[in-house]
């Protein structure tokens, strides 16, 4: 089946730092990721649709200069918190799809601490 | 964004009995998809469905597409303890463009042995 693979799956970084989240596709071309925030015992919050090619889509309120989001082919979009603060420390997901009409596959999550 | 309605937002069964947890909207729905996620990972897709009344079964589990093509529904059959853990339902509005799902609160399953 398809499979999303998503690194790190921990990271601990110092406030001011930026960190950078990989997504990857592993067995099909993905034209559309998308980025997930969750905070605990809450569902997913959608950041942003990244399509391959061109800018990313952000939803309303998640600011594109600390979420830079890049989907440079179709297998890899990489996500960057920016000036991380510990308020950004959260469980960050990111999903693919492959064909259209496809249903959305996950990655494992990344765990991001902020100190 | 959106959310869709899912309940119950949490369950507290004893081995072995069924489980059953729906989520509504008040829009059309194109694609129901069911996920469960399980402690510190990303959500697992367990069911997919894309046609109003679709009934489709994945082992111990089964959902539906509802017929108004605005609730879905999951049972789960004879629950055992790995069963715990969190499950959404998410949905592809029939007005959206984008591709992009609408995700309901989530079920926090817990089995007791």
């Known amino acids: 089946g398809a499979v999303v693979s998503q690194h790190p799956s921990r990271v601990i970084c110092k406030s001011g730092t930026s960190v950078k989240i990989e997504c990857r596709s592993l067995d099909f071309q993905a034209t559309t990721m998308f980025w997930y925030r969750q905070f605990p015992k809450q569902s997913l919050m959608l950041m942003a649709t990244s399509n391959e090619g061109s800018k990313a889509t952000y939803e309303q309120g998640v600011e594109k200069d600390k979420f830079l989001i890049n989907h440079a082919s179709l297998t890899l979009s990489t996500l960057t918190v920016t000036s991380a603060h510990p308020e950004d420390s959260s469980f960050y997901i990111c999903?693919?799809?492959?064909?259209?009409?496809?249903?959305?596959?996950f990655g494992n999550g990344t765990r991001l601490t902020v100190t | 964004g959106q959310q869709l309605n899912q309940s119950p937002q949490s369950m507290f069964i004893q081995e072995g009995e069924d489980v059953s947890m729906n989520c509504t909207s008040s829009s059309i729905f194109n694609t129901w998809l069911w996920y469960k996620q399980d402690p510190g990972e990303g959500p697992v897709l367990l069911i997919a469905l894309y046609k109003a009344g679709e009934l489709t079964s994945n082992g111990r589990l089964t959902a539906q597409f509802g017929i108004t093509r605005k609730d879905s529904f999951l049972n789960i059959s004879a629950s055992i303890p790995s069963d715990v853990g969190i499950y959404f339902c998410a949905g592809q509005p029939s007005n959206n463009a984008g591709n992009m799902l609408t995700f309901g609160g989530g079920t926090r399953l817990m089995v007791k042995p």
């Open positions: 999903s693919a799809r492959g064909r259209r009409a496809s249903p959305l596959h």
